[in-house]
């Protein structure tokens, strides 16, 4: 199953979205398991093939479970 996951972050210059969650080709929870790619300024986007028909739970990371859903102000 081809799965395509897009999100708006807006992010400083050399900083990183990663995706992670299960099944395991999203990197079994680890937060920086799964580079996304930057695709415009604000946008954001990885595309991965998924063998697996199970449901598939995920979260969008800067790389670490300390930024996870922190907005600019901390």
Do not use: I
Request: glycine letters at 10%; aromatic letters at 6%; hydrophobic letters at 45%.
């Amino acid at each position: 199953m081809l799965v395509v996951v897009q999100t708006a972050m807006s992010l400083g210059v050399g900083e990183q979205v990663f995706l992670t969650g299960a099944p395991d080709e999203l990197g079994g929870w680890n937060p920086a398991a799964v580079p996304m790619t930057r695709t415009d300024d604000n946008s954001w986007e990885v595309v991965l093939s998924l063998r697996t028909a199970a449901p598939v739970e995920f979260k969008v990371t800067r790389g670490s479970w300390a930024t996870e859903e922190v907005d600019a102000a901390g």
